[in-house]
C-alpha cells in the first residue's frame, strides 16, 4: 500500500462527526495554514522606505544635460523583511520539481543538481565580462570549448553555434544557417515541412524565416507517414524539422529512410532536440541523418527552467552547414581559444549575430557540471533511466487510461481522453484533479494528433517508489471518474491557493499591470 | 550516479514488469545501424569533489571584475547585487519551476511577472510591458518587426549610437525575416539628423538612449518627426538603472522601449544569461512579443493571474505567432523585481545618483590627461573618450597592469580608422577612489 492510501484510510470521512463536516472551509482572514494571501509590493509599500542602504554621492556637478527625470517614478518603498517575507510567500504558491514529481511531457522537468548553482555563481563565471580582453577571460574560453566538445561527441556532429537563448532561439539559428547554405547553392526554396505534431515553435520558426509551413501527417502508428513525407519533398523543400524522438514520445523508426529522401531532394534534415534525454548517450543525431539539431540545455542537461527561463539553445551542424554557423566563433588559432567576432577569413559566410555577447554562460556552466557529474557511462544511463521510467508508467497505466499507441515508448508516454468518453469529464478536469491530490498535471492537449492529449515524461530522476505511487493516484482517478464523481473533478482544484481562474476574462479586457486607484475611489472609501 | 534513483533492482523489477529481457528492448525502435553498442569517448562519472575541482579551476584562469578596478561597460554593467536578491531567486520553488501554464500551481511566478511587468511599464513610463525576453538585442530586433507589422512597412532607420551588437543583431533578422534597415554610421559625441531619414515607408526608428557612446539627448522631436509620417519611435536602453535618473522614453513619445535590464538584480555572466525588456503603447499589445501575464479572478471571485493574451504566441498560433519566443527569461526577471522591490523609488534614484557623480568625477580626472579628450556633452554612468593612440592596445597595456579600463571601440568596427582611438568608460557604484587613482595613474603611465 502506498502512503497517500494509507493517509487517505487514516480517518475515513464516515467516521468523522456531522458537526465537524459542516466547519466551512472559509477563514476570517482568507489565508489557510500555510497558503497566506500575498497583496502586491505596489500595495505594501511607504514612501521613505527603503530596502538598500547607499552611501550619499558626494557633492558634484550633474552633466545630465538638463534631461534629469522629474517626479516620482511610483515604485513602492519597502524594507528588506518585507521583500523576503513577500518573495517567500510569492514562492510557496509554486508547484516545483524540488517539492514532487513534474510529469510535463516534452519538458523535461528532471532534477537541478544544487553544485551546478555553485558553480555558475563562481566569481570567475558570474563575475566576469563579456568585453574583457581575451587575455583575462581564458578560463571561460576553455569551458565554452569543453562543452561544445562533449556536445559535439554527444551528437556526432562536428560543430557547435552557442549562442542561441533558449530552444526557439536555437531553431531560428538551425533555420537560417539552412537558408544561407541553400543560398549559397544559389537555391531559394519556399517551403519548410513540418510534421502535426511538432512544438508550435517549429512552424513559428519557419514562418519567421519567410518559409511557407507545410504540414505532415502521422501514420497510424504515431510516426511521420514516409509515403506523404516523400510526396511533398521536392526542390521546393528547404528543410523538414522533425522532433525525435517524437511528441508522442515515439522513436521515429523509419528516420534513417527519412533523412535519405530529404537528402535525396537536396534539403537539409532540421532536427528539434527537445526529446534528447531519450537517447543522449545511446544514439548519436549524426548518426540519424540529422544535419543540424538544437539542444536545450534546459532540458537534457538539467539547468533550472527557472519559472520560464532562462534557457540556452546551442545548435549541433552537420559539415554542411557549420561555415554559416552564426558568430561568434570559438576558434583553436595560433595562441589557443580565439573568439571570432566578424565575418572574416573563415567565418565570411556566418550568417551574422543572433544574440547580444557570447551566448548563455550561466547555462553552459550548470550544463558542463552536469555532462561531467554524469560521465559517458552517466548520460547513457540517464536515457535508459528515463525511458524505463516512462515505458513502467505505460504498462501501469495502460489498463485505465487509454495508451494512444502501443507498443514500447521513449521517454515520454502519450494517452488520451478515451478513457473518460461519457464520464462527463474532460482531460482539463482530469488534470485539475491531479492538482489536488498533489502533482503537477502532466501536458495537456499537446500533441494535437489526438483528441485530449495526456502526454506523461517522468525523467530519470523520479525513484520507483514515486513512480508506484503517481500511478496509484491516477488509477484511483480514473476509478472515481468512472464511478460518476463528476463534482470531485469539475471543482478541481479546490486545495490550491487560487481555484480555476478565468482566461476568458483576462484576455477579453487584459490587465496587465497594476494602476493606483483614481483619487476619486479612494475618496469614497 | 547520485542523481539517479533507480537501483538495478529496480531496474529489474521495472522490466519484469514491463515485459522485456533488457533495456535494449526498449530501444528496438532505433535503426540497428544508428545504435552505439559502446559508450561515447568522454570521461566517466565524476564526484561532486572531482567536479568542482575541474570546473573551478577553469574559473580560476579568469580576471573577475571584482578583483581590479573595473570600468567596463557596454549593455552590461556591474552593480552591487543585494544578498537578498540571489536567496530569494534560489528558493527551490521559483528556480525548479516550469513556465506556469497551470495558474492555480503558479501564482507565485504569475504574481511576481506581473510586478515585473508592471515595474518595467513604471520605469519606461510605457503603458504595458511583457513578461520579458532573451537580452536587449534580440528585444531590439523584436522591436523592430513588431513596428513592421504594425506600420505594415519593412524599413526601419538605425541610428549610428546603437549598441554594434544590436544592430548587428537586427541585420541577421532584417536578413532571413525579409526587411530593410538604414544604418547610420557611429559619430561618438556627434549629432545625426534621423529626422531627415523618416520617410513614409520608414517603419520605426531606433535611437538609443544613452547611446552607446554614453550620450543623453531628448528624443521627443524625432518622435514627433516619426509620428507625422506614421512611422514608430523604438527607443533601446542598455542600461536600466539610466531610468532613474534621466527623463524615461514614454514621456520622449516612445512607442516601443526595447532594453537591458541586467543591471539589476543580475550579475555580468560574461554576457548571458541577460534579461530583455519590452514595452509599448496599449493599443499595440496584440501585436507584441513574448508572454504576458494579467490579472483576474478564480472560480471563487478571488483575485488572480493567468498568462494571457496566448493567442498571439506559437503554442497556440504557430506559425501565426507574432514571434517565436517560448522560453524567456523569468529567473532574471525575477532578480530584477527583487532588487528593485529592495530598491524602491528612493534607492533607485540614489544608486543612480551615485553612478552619475561616480562617471562625472572619474571623466573629470580623466579629461585632464594631456592628449585625452571627452567626447561627451551629457552622460549618465558611461562616456567616451578620445586618445592621443589606438585604445585596444592602451586597453591591452593596462589589463596587463591589472587594470580592466574599458572598451576599444575598434573590437566591434575593425575596419574603422576613425573610430580606432575611442575608449568607452563606465563607472558604477561599485567603483571607489582607490580604483580611479589607478585608472588615472595607469593611463598617464601608458599615453606617456
Known sequence: MSDWSQAASARPAEDRGADELAVPLETITGNRGLQIEEKLIFEQGSRGRCGVDLADPLPFRPRLGGLERQGPIGLPGLSEPQVIRHFTRLSQKNYAIDSGLYPLGSCTMKHNPRLNEKLARLPGFADIHPLQPASTIPGALALIDTLAHWLKTLTGLPAIALSPGAGAHGELCGIMSIRAALEARGERRSRVLVPESAHGTNPATAAACGYNVDSV??????????????????????????????????FENEILEIAAAVHTAGAFF????????????????????IDCMHLNLHKTFSTPHGGGGPGSGPVALAASLAPYAPLPW???GPDGLELV????????????????????????????????????????QVAEDAVLNANYLRVRLESD??????????????????????TGITTLDFAKALIDEGYHPMTMYFPLVVHGALLIEPTETESKASLDQFAGVLKALVAKARLGDEARFHAAPRWTPRRRLDETAAARKPVLRWNPEPMDQQAEK | MRYLPLTDRDRGEMLEAIGVDSIDALFA?????????????????????????????????????????????????????????????????????????????????LQYLFEFQTQVALLTAMAVANASLYDGATACAEAVMMANRLTRRRKAVLSGGLHPHYREVCETYARFVGFELAALDPAPGGAEDLGKRVGRDTSCVVVQNPDFFGEIRDYSDLARNCHDVGALLVVVVTEVLSLGAIIPPGEMGADIVAAEGQSLGNALNFGGPHLGLFASRDKFVRQMPGRLAGQTVDAD??????????????????????????????LCA?????????????????LAHLNHAAAVALAERLECIRGVRLVNRAFFNEFTLRLPRPAAAVVETLAEEGVLAGIPVSRFYPNRPELEDVLVVAATEMVTAEDMDRLEMELREALS
Not at chain 1, 544574440?355 to 554524469?374: D, E, I, N, P, T
Not at chain 2, 527583487?338 to 534614484?349: Q, R, S, V, Y
Open chain 1, 401 to 422: 487510461l487509454s495508451l494512444s499507441f502501443p507498443g514500447p515508448c521513449m521517454h515520454e508516454v502519450l494517452f488520451d481522453d478515451r478513457f473518460l468518453k461519457e
Open chain 2, 334 to 350: 525575477l532578480a530584477f523585481t527583487i532588487h528593485l522591490a529592495l530598491l524602491g523609488d528612493a534607492g533607485l534614484t540614489r
Open chain 2, 29 to 109: 525502435d532505433v535503426p540497428p545501424a544508428a545504435r552505439l553498442d559502446g559508450l561515447v569517448d568522454l570521461p566517466r562519472a565524476m564526484g561532486e569533489i572531482e567536479v568542482e575541482r575541474a570546473i573551478s579551476g577553469m574559473a580560476a584562469r579568469n580576471v573577475a571584475a571584482g578583483s581590479v578596478p573595473f570600468f567596463i561597460g557596454g549593455g552590461a554593467y556591474r552593480h552591487h547585487i543585494p544578498a537578498a536578491v540571489d536567496h530569494l531567486i534560489q528558493r527551490g520553488e521559483f528556480l525548479t519551476s516550469y513556465t506556469p501554464y497551470q495558474p492555480e500551481v503558479s501564482q507565485g511566478t
Open chain 1, 270 to 289: 532540421y532536427c528539434d532536440g527537445a526529446n534528447f534525454n531519450a537517447i543522449v548517450g545511446r544514439v548519436r543525431p549524426a548518426d540519424l541523418g
Open chain 1, 330 to 332: 570559438l576558434v583553436h
Open chain 2, 301 to 330: 471571485g478571488r483575485r488572480g493571474w493567468v498568462l494571457t493574451l496566448s493567442t498571439r504566441e506559437q503554442h497556440i498560433r504557430r506559425e501565426k505567432a507574432t514571434s517565436n519566443i517560448c522560453t524567456n527569461s523569468g
Open chain 1, 341 to 380: 567576432e566578424h565575418k572574416k577569413g573563415k567565418a565570411q559566410q556566418a550568417i551574422g549575430r543572433l544574440k547580444g555577447f557570447h551566448g548563455q554562460m550561466g547555462m553552459f556552466v550548470r550544463a558542463l557540471a552536469y555532462m561531467m557529474s554524469h560521465g559517458a557511462d552517466g548520460v547513457r
Open chain 1, 217 to 250: 501527417p502521422g501514420n497510424p502508428q504515431g510516426r511521420v507517414d514516409l509515403g506523404t513525407l516523400k510526396t511533398k519533398l521536392d526542390t521546393d523543400v528547404a528543410a523538414l524539422m522533425l522532433t525525435n524522438p517524437n511528441t508522442c514520445g515515439l
